[in-house]
């Protein structure tokens, strides 16, 4: 206990001592840059002819309102389960909701016919990226860096995960929502 003190009253000491200066900001550790290791892909199987949607188009697709794609092939959406970061950036940046809205919204979508088939989910990153491969109607989303050239990667608004300007990134400030 003696020994904890001593050291509290020194780091005390050192942090309230004149002549001490702060760190200068470039001494300061720097977030890395945005890019592909912090974003989020939205992976569709390889057979898909889909290139690019907005943000406005997947939300639809997301929630169910477009059953589906342009070839005439039902939609298959694949979500990470709920314990997933991945899954809460598709909540906030797509869904605008929360992970009970979401089970709320197609409860009640699927009682009422408005939702056809509620989205598969799966624990990890490999089983989303070979669900996609297999299922050429699915949809899915994963981080970048988990991405193989086994499925198609989409862009949004006509963005991909490596653009300065993509909108589907992990939180780079654990903490803040």
């Known amino acids: ?30 977030l890395p840059a945005a890019g592909p290791a912090d974003s989020l892909a939205i ?29 005439g092939r039902r939609i298959t959406l694949v979500m990470m389960d709920p314990a997933q970061p991945e899954r809460k950036v ?23 016919g ?6 598969k989910t799966l624990a990890t990153p490999s089983d989303v990226l070979k669900f996609v491969f297999n299922v050429p109607g699915a949809i899915g989303y994963l981080r970048a860096a988990d991405v193989d050239n086994s499925v198609k990667v989409l862009r949004v608004d006509g963005h991909l995960p490596d653009d300065k300007d993509y909108r589907l990134r992990m939180q780079l400030h654990p903490g803040k929502p």
Do not use: C
């Open 43 to 71: 992976i569709v199987n390889q057979t898909n002819p889909v290139e690019n949607f907005s943000l406005a188009e997947l939300r639809k697709i997301f929630l169910g309102e477009r059953s589906h794609w342009p070839n």
């Open 1 to 30: 206990m003696r020994r904890v003190t001593s050291i509290v009253i020194v780091l005390i000491a050192a942090i309230l001592s004149p002549g001490i200066s702060s760190p200068s900001p470039a001494a300061l550790p720097t």
């Open 114 to 119: 408005a939702v056809f088939v509620s989205p």
């Open 90 to 112: 598709i909540l906030r940046e797509v869904y605008g909701m929360n992970e009970k809205d979401l089970n709320s919204h197609f409860i009640r979508g699927v009682f009422t």
